[in-house]
């Protein structure tokens, strides 16, 4: 590179540039090589970042691969494995729902079951709750959480499905007039009804602990709302001796 200043200079003597080049000053002349040589510099610069850029995407689409392959193996393993008959009733129940959640509706009998639903629930809830209210008697019937001097512990009829038939009544009904209204705003008001509920009988649960010794082993046989469908708490218990 120092010798183009001067092999510039000798050819400008000769004539050897055209016109318009000759007889340039040698510093434009190391100014024009300095910067072809970063032009070069920054094409291998470049060329070596896509190299790199690409061998990254290589490498990391080669570990998804292997994390996708090492995870399918082990849900291969689990499934395998086996699992109890509840386990696998609840896990096809899932993927049914899932389904007909996709599809948007149930097959052949999403039609009378959507027109029925809304008033059965109505009429369930409407039960429960006169159910309840007898039982209880005018004695012990109460809108407060907390139990009316003379409390009688009722384990009977209604209450031995469910420790708070009237609450879990008002929530049914509740949930069949949202879908007898195809009402999103009710459903969303049950639910908010079910949880103030909730709160509301625990802190009457814990009141009436403090007036029956009993009410401890009552609430431990017994559901808190809704009565259970399924019990598998016998074969579990078998499983686990």
């Given amino acids: 590179m120092r010798l183009l200043p001067l092999v510039s200079a000798v050819a400008c003597v000769r004539g050897f540039l055209p016109p318009t080049a000759r007889c340039a000053p040698p510093a434009l002349l190391r100014a024009d090589a300095n910067d072809y040589e970063r032009v070069q510099q920054k094409e291998e610069a470049d060329m070596l970042a896509d190299w790199e850029a690409r061998q990254a995407r290589r490498d990391g689409g080669a570990r998804a691969a292997d994390v996708a392959s090492s995870f399918a193996e082990n849900v291969r393993a689990n499934v395998a494995g086996g699992s109890t008959a509840p386990s696998l009733l609840f896990v096809a129940g899932q993927a049914v729902l899932l389904l007909c959640l996709a599809a948007g509706g149930v097959p052949l009998v999403g039609g009378p079951i959507q027109a029925v639903a809304g008033p059965g629930l109505v009429v369930a809830g409407a039960g429960f709750i006169g159910a309840g209210l007898l039982e209880l008697g005018p004695a012990n019937l109460t809108p407060f959480a907390t139990p009316v001097a003379g409390n009688e512990l009722k384990t009977n009829g209604v209450f031995a499905l469910s420790r708070h038939p009237i609450y879990a ?73």
Wanted: charged share 25%; glycine share 4%; proline share 4%.
């Fill in 169 to 241: 009544g008002l929530v049914v009904a509740s949930a069949g007039f949202s879908v007898a209204t195809v009402s999103f705003q009710r459903a969303l008001v049950t639910g908010m009804l079910f949880l103030l509920l909730d709160s509301k009988s625990e802190y009457e649960e814990k009141k009436l602990r403090e007036v029956h010794p009993a009410y401890r082993a009552y609430a431990q046989t017994t559901p808190k709302f809704f009565p259970r469908l399924f019990d598998f708490d016998d074969d579990d218990d078998d499983a686990a001796a």
